[in-house]
RNA sequence: GGUACCAUAGCUCAGUUGGUAGAGCAACGGACUGAAAAUCCGUGUGUCCCUGGUUCGAUUCCAGGUGGUACCA
């Protein structure tokens, strides 16, 4: 049988390396599921493979896509699938790294079949957000889904926007939609997390932003200051950059913040991991250990 | 060497007229179904420098010690 090789783990933990390392091992190509590097334009600041290591080894879903175009998790499930099928046909092994939670749940449980939501509905209710406070999406939101209203954190607006967008355009409660079933998948999955002590972890991190930096990041982000509302520009890294752009804070702050937003967003891909009970874990430098797992499971 | 001041959370510091303590930042834990590097929720984590004294009780007062800072030599 395929199979999928999926390699997790927080950003900056060293999945670049060992993915490599083992598409090599098993002579086939890397899937890049990670949210920013599909976006061509942003290159220091997503810490996308060097040439060199693109050189090495096929990558796919890295620089495909344009900051300006719209993209999500569900997209990237439809286009993985296809190329997965594709690339399956030539190796019995394929490699998916990468540190976006959501879109890896999406490649290997699927997620379930939702409209695309009109640009005006979204605008409009974003609007009434801003205008009218949670509150009052609240209430609509009690009106036309009560189960969703009873189930989802009523405090983050993008969970109230989501269920309501959904709603409203098919007039059918949104958690009707939610079927919460994996979809069956015709490869095996197998999931190998990486982790390192905490402070290491951050050590790291803090080393490869003054790295970004060195390399250009600012330069990079000052490119795309005039599109900083765009939100695949929502990215650690660039927005910080942004608000020292407008002279709110210093560029060393905004250095500073990058890091720790950094740090901030590794803890939340541990919290996310932690839950998939089907990951086993590794340090990243036992390579030996972890290719011989894999073979066991294959 | 002398004098003065200081020593409280990871850091910078506040505070307790004696009843074991708090703020900012940092940190920690969690949620997550199409914007997810997004968005949201929760948590003080502490030999109050050490030893002895006074006291029912000392982080607080007293003495000595240790470390630091400033000034005088």
């Known amino acids: 049988m395929k199979s999928l090789l999926v390699i997790v783990g927080p950003t900056g933990i060293g999945k670049t390396d060992l993915s490599i390392d083992i598409a090599k091992e098993f002579g086939t190509e890397i899937i890049s599921s990670d949210s920013r590097q599909v976006y061509k334009e942003l290159k220091i600041g997503t810490a996308v493979p060097t040439d060199e290591q693109l050189n090495q080894v096929q990558h796919h879903f890295i620089g495909n896509k344009s900051i300006y175009d719209y993209y ?6 439809v ?3 296809e190329t997965l099928a594709s690339l399956h046909k030539k190796f019995d092994q394929v490699v998916m790294t990468g540190g976006s939670g959501m879109y890896i749940n999406a490649v290997c449980d699927g997620i379930d079949d939702l409209p695309t939501i009109d640009q005006k509905l979204r605008d409009d209710l974003i609007d009434k957000l801003e205008k009218e406070g949670i509150a009052s999406l609240r209430l609509q939101l009690k009106m036309l889904d009560p189960e969703s209203y009873h189930k989802i954190d009523l405090k983050n607006p993008k969970r109230i926007l989501k269920a309501l967008e959904v709603s409203i355009q098919t007039g059918k409660p949104y958690s009707s939609f939610l079927t919460e079933s994996k979809k069956p998948r015709d490869f095996k999955i197998i999931k190998v997390g990486l982790q390192r002590e905490r402070d290491e972890l951050y050590h790291r991190i803090n080393l490869r932003v003054d790295q ?15 599109d900083r509302h765009l939100n695949s520009l929502n990215t650690v890294g660039y927005k910080e950059l942004f608000e020292s752009f407008e002279g709110l804070i210093t560029e060393e702050k905004a250095v500073e913040l990058i890091k720790r937003n950094s740090r901030h967003y590794a803890k939340r891909q541990i919290s996310w991991f932690s839950r998939d009970k089907d990951i086993v874990w590794f340090h990243p430098e036992r390579k030996e250990e972890i290719i011989g797992f894999i073979k066991s499971r294959i």
């Not at 999500?72 to 499930?77: G, I, K, L, Q, T």
């Not at 390399?215 to 982000?221: Q, R």
């Open 72 to 77: 999500n998790a569900s997209m990237f499930e």
């Open 212 to 226: 970004m930096v060195n390399e250009g990041l600012i330069d990079e982000a000052r490119q795309f200051f005039k």
């Open 79 to 81: 286009e993985v699938l």
